[in-house]
């Protein structure tokens, strides 16, 4: 009895054994199989991360560049090709992306408009194929596409909170996003000296009233407004007094004040000619790698880098006490280069005017003009 007893008791003792094997066996194989369902699917949450940055910054860079032209589209083909984002471990450049622009965020979204004008969306997407090495094990495929898509757009403005340049433009034409500027022709950012009681100066023959000659392109309803609305000291500076603290705005783009359309900048206008401002725009034109192309397609068209591109409140003086900002707009400073450009300290004194070269509409960041907008201001941002 005691041997068949022990005998039973082996025999139980083994079987337990043996299940307990087989269990951990089971065990193993789930544990392992959770491993590396752990281990695929977090790679495939690491390659969406990777692939959606690219595409955020990919469709901020096209919407950057564009303009409303067909270049502005190349342009913005061209940096999405040149994002530097990559994925797979920031081991792989993300290959054949889809870049398509549209008019509006429902579309129609199209890969090369013609014409383009009006096209302030860029939509990038991507497909990467990620290579799995566990999930084959339960499922029939050894690849998992991971697909990433942004928009990004140019948002009108109707304030700019930081950055816009000491100066401004004037029109009394208050249909945006031009204001009855046109591009190529040059404004007065800084204008003349003026004198009310000089001979021949009145509201119908403001020319005369200008110590030296405004810029061609200002109409003759803009000199009319400046002369009967500004006192004589105004040239169209505005914010500090101080010509440090305008080197610093001029340069580095600190000017704090935000302006909305329909703000009345008059109390925010100076006094003075700020003659020693004239090496200041000179130094800022030197900061670009253009210096020598002083039309907008020439400027545009080849290698620059926005230094000399201003983007400064369009207003419209409507009687002594009210400047209204009417919108916004970019100009292209003047250059005599090669070498040193000196144009402004070499052609002008506080008496003259400073002017620049109207481009188009002005977009916060961009080294180009952007595509419209009815307040002629705007800012790239992700919509989708």
Not at 118 to 133: C, D, E, K, M, W
Not at 301 to 329: E, Q, S
């Amino acid at each position: 009895m005691r041997r068949e007893s022990a005998a039973i008791q082996n025999s139980r003792c083994g079987q337990r054994h043996g299940f307990v094997l087989v269990t951990m066996a089971m065990a193993a194989i789930a544990l392992i199989a959770a491993l590396g369902l752990a281990v695929d699917v977090g790679r495939m949450f690491i390659a969406k991360n990777e692939t959606q940055t690219y595409c955020d910054s990919a469709a901020l860079a096209a919407a950057l560049a564009l303009d409303g032209t067909t270049t502005g589209i190349t342009r913005a083909k061209a940096a999405v090709t040149n994002s530097a984002n990559a994925w797979n471990l920031d081991t792989t450049q993300v290959s054949n992306p889809t870049v398509t622009f549209a008019t509006a965020i429902g579309g129609p979204w199209v890969s090369s408009p013609s014409p383009a004008t009006g096209y302030n969306f860029a939509r990038v997407s991507a497909t990467v194929p990620l290579q799995l090495y566990f999930l084959p094990v339960m499922v029939a495929q050894t690849t998992a596409n991971v697909v990433s898509s942004a928009t990004a757009a140019q948002v009108a403005l109707t304030t700019v909170p930081t950055g816009l340049a000491p100066y401004t433009a004037v029109s009394t034409d208050t249909t945006g996003p031009n204001f009855g500027l046109v591009v190529g022709s040059s404004y007065d950012l800084h204008w003349p000296q003026f004198n009310k009681n000089r001979n021949g100066c009145n509201s119908a023959n403001p020319d005369k009233c200008f110590n030296s000659p405004p810029c061609t392109g200002d109409t003759a309803a803009s000199k009319t407004a400046v002369v009967d609305n500004w006192g004589s000291s105004n040239s169209g500076f505005w914010g500090s007094n101080s010509n440090s603290v305008i080197t610093q705005e001029v340069l580095n783009l600190i000017q704090l004040q935000p302006l909305s359309v329909g703000d009345n900048i008059d109390p925010y206008l100076t006094n003075g000619t700020k003659n020693s401002e004239s090496g200041t725009l000179d130094q800022r034109v030197n900061e670009d790698v253009n210096i020598t192309d002083n039309t907008v397609g020439a400027y545009l068209g080849g290698a620059h880098n926005g230094r000399r591109l201003m983007g400064v409140p369009v207003v419209d003086p409507v009687d002594p006490t009210h400047t209204n900002v009417i919108g916004y707009g970019e100009f292209l400073l003047l250059a005599n280069g090669p070498g040193t450009s000196n144009f402004y300290a070499s052609t002008t004194n506080g008496n003259d005017p400073y002017c620049a070269i109207y481009v188009g509409t002005y977009v916060i960041g961009s080294p180009d003009p952007g595509t419209g907008g009815t307040s002629g201001g705007s800012r790239v941002k992700l919509v989708q």
